[in-house]
T-cell receptor, first 115, second 110 residues
């Protein structure tokens, strides 16, 4: 069964609105979760590392005020795309590291389309 | 030059063929992942390797730490194996952060 869930799987919004994406770790507690974005036919790009109970660590070039990350509990991290613009349209994926072999588990992704 | 290079970028094979996808990296790593991404977008972790070889069903992954190279093999390929295969490395000293290759798009035809 799924180890990591994301919600919603697909969202279409108007330019200027904010969109929240949830990532849940279903099988184990995760002090660290990762958020990626992926453009069509491109590889994943790490946006930020979400740390439970503390501020997220953003990768260079990623605007922290634009992409708000909240890791409120050991099983939930949220990514909010604020004042979305068409260029924010992308596929957003979260991942969790853990389990018996300490491997990475990826969520099913959220496809965001900003009109 | 990317830290993680994959070859080939695109691969078309007939059902039943033996397939090899290669991954070379230029940094020190603590682990290497092979991932599979289907057209719908979901990503599945196939293997995590730090040495040697792992096998799961028709899939085999090998890694040579000295040569900084890994291969993913698919035996008796099937159309349902059609997907993008991504190599990702966990750099030493960067906790759990992954660096991704650009992926290999595999199409298996009947």
């Amino acid at each position: 069964g799924a180890v990591v869930s994301q919600h919603p799987s697909r969202v279409i919004c108007k330019s200027g609105t904010s969109v929240k994406i949830e990532c849940r770790s279903l099988d184990f507690q995760a002090t660290t979760m990762f958020w990626y974005r992926q453009f069509p036919k491109k590889s994943l790009m790490l946006m930020a590392t979400s740390n439970e109970g503390s501020k997220a660590t953003y990768e260079q070039g990623v605007e922290k005020d634009k992409f708000l990350i909240n890791h409120a509990s050991l099983t939930l991290s949220t990514l909010t795309v604020t004042s979305a613009h068409p260029e924010d349209s992308s596929f957003y994926i979260c991942s969790v590291q853990g389990g018996r072999e300490d491997t990475q588990y990826f969520g099913p992704g959220t496809r965001l389309t900003v009109l | 030059k990317n830290e993680v290079e994959q070859s080939p970028q695109n691969l078309t094979a007939q059902e039943g063929e033996f397939i090899t996808i290669n991954c070379s990296y230029s940094v020190g790593i603590s682990a290497l992942h092979w991932l599979q991404q289907h057209p719908g977008g979901g990503i599945v972790s196939l293997f995590m390797l730090s040495s040697g070889k792992k096998k799961h069903g028709r899939l085999i992954a090998t890694i040579n730490i000295q040569e900084k190279h890994s291969s993913l093999h698919i035996t008796a390929s099937h159309p349902r194996d059609s997907a993008v295969y991504i190599c990702a490395v966990r750099n030493t000293g960067t906790a759990s952060k992954l660096t991704f290759g650009t992926g290999t798009r595999l199409q298996v035809t009947l």
